[in-house]
């Protein structure tokens, strides 16, 4: 299998006031590879968004590096990254504040296709297709966020996420804000979705829930107060965890 | 959801929109008016009439004439063009001025957030309508300056509401959608920025409306504003102040004329306000 991202060595030091600095992460490295779903797993602080928001570029890593597609992203600007996003999209834990709330949800699953040079036509046939993909019907490219649940507006942004064709998706708590039977629904259409997408689909599943993780993931990442603590199949850290915290993660579930 | 709801929320929908066809076809009105007023003069306005100064307002004076025997209700109408419109242009200019300086601020910071603030800092750190005199005073009078001089002393409050308001958007979840999605910067000020702080930036333009037409009156009482015999609003209730007890409707005339339109625009401006928000609006689809 093939590499879609490696990341290595990645440190994230938030610099604070009286000059006490925080190691929000440190010194982590893994790879995603094609068509995996990874999940990174851990509590509320350990790293996990800070962690996906530094592979999306949205915070600047302190030190390591990103490599996705065997180029480095870690320091790259303007249009160059511009473009890393038709290869990686990103998928957010409260979907009703992931839409601007002046623009339809059609306007916000075509604005990475129109910047892409697509025409207005052309971007909404494709709007279309993943809003159907996603299990939503035409008539939401019309409607504003605040006139769809929540469950519903997550399957918009999912659908915006896939427009543009993506390799990588990933998904930072993406279920963690809907109720429990929306959750399931989410989850099974990233699942239809893995199998049935063009191209292979990578994703990067971050969650608190390892329940959830557990029948999604192929692989699972344990983080901890910014470290990985364990990695290796959903099976063999819930059968027989090697690490402490972990032991302590699954006690709390089941 | 329950049936009251519904319909209360429809109520208020329909009030919204109600509200806003009442103002802007007032403010319309008064701004066709206010271009047609030389041909909606009885009277030449300008014309003086010593023999019947200070009239009563009678059937044929309206409003009665000032202390030249000038009709009082041609100059009141008159003098709605210099005062609406040096006002209206007034407030754009700073509301464009203002708001560009404060995304700018906001978005980019660093240096130039530092720099610009200072700047902004150094205008308000004198009393306004004082450094408007001194800057009107340096420029010599007349209407032109005293836009340039006010407009000088106003820009700021712009700038800092533009800067706090784009601050929070950064902040925003969907802006960082619009990241992920291959927008450049460009495009996400013009699309996702303004449109979501431009709500508050309109409301204080149209609530200054009043403030900048007081000002602009209070320069030309001054003499730094407008030039006698210019028909303006604010010079002319500045002109007539120590007659408002022996003749007050020379007063009250363009007093009134200020109050209303300075109403229509303050209501005008928070109606636009509710009608922006999406969370009034239609459901669609």
């Known amino acids: 299998m093939e590499k879609v ?17 925080f190691t929000a992460v440190s010194n982590i490295d893994f790879c995603l590879y094609e068509g995996e779903c990874l999940g990174i797993i851990g509590e509320s602080g350990s790293g996990k968004s800070t962690t996906v928001n530094m592979i999306s570029r949205l915070i600047e890593p302190t030190e390591g590096n990103i490599i996705l597609d065997g180029e480095d992203i870690t320091h790259i600007k303007g249009k160059q990254l511009r473009n890393i996003y038709k290869k990686m999209q990103m998928v957010f834990q409260s979907p009703i504040e992931s839409f601007d709330p002046r623009c339809t949800l059609g306007d916000g699953i075509t604005e990475s296709l129109k910047n892409d040079g697509f025409s207005k036509k052309d971007a909404n046939v494709i709007a279309e297709k993943v809003l159907r993909q996603c299990g939503l019907d035409e008539s939401f490219i019309k409607r504003y966020p605040h006139e769809v649940s929540g469950g519903q507006c997550q399957r918009a ?42 191209k292979k689909l990578s994703i990067l599943f971050i969650c608190h829930d390892l329940a959830l993780v557990q029948d999604f993931c192929d692989r699972v990442i344990v983080m901890h107060e910014g470290v990985i603590v ?16 972990t032991k302590k993660l699954i006690e709390s579930v089941l | 959801m329950s049936t009251p709801t519904i319909r209360k929320q429809k109520v208020k929908r329909t009030t919204v929109k109600t509200r806003l066809i009442i103002f802007g076809t007032l403010a319309v009105l008064l701004l066709i008016g206010s271009i047609f007023s030389s041909h909606l003069t009885p009277y030449d306005p300008y014309l003086q009439d010593l023999s019947n100064a200070k009239a009563a307002p009678s059937m044929e004076h309206l409003l009665g004439t000032d202390r030249y025997g000038r009709d009082m209700l041609s100059r009141v109408i008159i003098g709605s063009r210099t005062s609406i419109y040096s006002t209206l242009l007034l407030v754009a200019i700073i509301t464009a001025f203002g708001t560009a300086i404060g995304v700018i601020c906001g978005w980019f910071g660093k240096w130039i957030d530092v720099i610009l603030m200072r700047i902004s800092d150094m205008f308000l750190a004198f009393p306004g309508l004082v450094f408007a005199l001194a800057v009107a005073g340096v420029l010599g009078g007349g209407l032109q300056n005293a836009i340039i001089a006010l407009a000088a002393i106003s820009w700021p409050k712009y700038a800092r509401i533009a800067r706090s308001q784009t601050l929070a958007q950064k902040e925003t979840v969907y802006l ?13 000020i013009f699309k996702h920025i303004l449109p979501n702080i431009i709500g508050p930036i309109l409301v204080t333009a149209m609530l200054d409306i009043g403030t900048m037409m007081m000002e602009l009156a209070g320069l030309s009482f001054l003499g730094l504003g407008a030039k006698p015999p210019t028909a303006e609003w604010g010079s002319m209730m500045s002109d007539t102040r120590s007659l408002i007890t022996i003749v007050p409707w020379i007063t009250l005339a363009p007093g009134i004329a200020i109050f209303i339109s300075v109403m229509i625009f303050n209501l005008l401006g928070d ?13 669609r689809g």
Do not use: M, W
Not at chain 1, 230 to 245: F, R
Not at chain 2, 176 to 188: D, E, P, Q, Y
């Open chain 1, 230 to 245: 364990e990695q290796g199949s959903p099976d063999e850290i819930v059968k027989c965890p090697k690490n402490d915290y």
């Open chain 2, 271 to 283: 109606t636009i306000r509710d009608y922006a928000d999406p969370k009034n609006r239609e459901v």
């Open chain 2, 176 to 188: 960082r959608a619009a990241k992920l999605s291959g927008s450049s910067t460009v495009k996400i």
């Open chain 1, 5 to 21: 991202l490696e990341v290595n060595n990645l440190t994230k030091v938030f610099r604070g006031k009286d000059k006490q600095n």
């Open chain 1, 157 to 198: 942004a999912i659908a915006r996420a896939l427009a543009i064709g993506p390799s990588i998706l990933i998904c930072d708590e993406a279920t963690s804000s809907l109720d429990v039977t929306i959750q399931k629904e989410i989850i099974e259409l990233l699942n239809d979705l893995r199998k049935n997408h063009g």
